[in-house]
């Protein structure tokens, strides 16, 4: 009769290395969330009296919080061809740039009752505050694609 040896209910260092990449990349759409959601609040709160102010804070929110969060999630994808990596770091740039930009240029229009009520400032503050914590999370944790 043979003994089978005991399973440690510990995960072994590779497994928990292999996790790591996927913690970091949730932990950091967990960071995005709660900016966008901690700067809706305080922008919501500033200006509560505003005729517009509400839309005009979702518009900002949403197209700064959309782009910033698929931004990251695209720069976490892991790939082992170079030329993947760097597609990949481009589309992420795009999309982090190119959304916002189109929309501050659709406000930019004739008639606009989301610019009159400030959107365009509030699309270049959640912008810039998102952009400056996408660059703290890549400069802590890097890229996947190695």
Do not use: C
């Not at 040896?5 to 996790?19: E, G, L, Y």
């Not at 061809?81 to 589309?91: D, F, T």
């Not at 989301?114 to 400032?121: I, K, P, W, Y």
């Amino acid at each position: 009769m043979t003994k089978r040896p005991m399973k440690s209910p510990m995960k072994s260092p590779t497994q928990t290395a292999a996790n790591l990449p996927l913690r970091q990349t949730l932990l950091g759409v967990l960071i995005l969330g709660a900016a966008v959601a901690a700067a809706t609040g305080l922008a919501l709160v500033r200006g509560e009296n505003r005729p517009g102010w509400p839309q005009a804070v979702a518009f900002a929110a949403t197209v700064s919080g959309s782009s910033a969060l698929g931004g990251w999630l695209i720069a976490r994808q892991p790939s082992e061809n170079p030329a993947r990596a760097v597609a990949g770091a481009l589309a992420s740039s795009a999309l982090r740039i190119f959304v916002p930009l189109g929309a501050l240029a659709w406000l930019q229009g004739p008639g606009t009752p989301l610019r009159e009520a400030g959107a365009d400032g509030l699309l270049v503050l959640f912008y810039l505050l998102l952009l400056a914590i996408a660059l703290g999370l890549h400069m802590m944790w890097g890229s996947i694609r190695s």
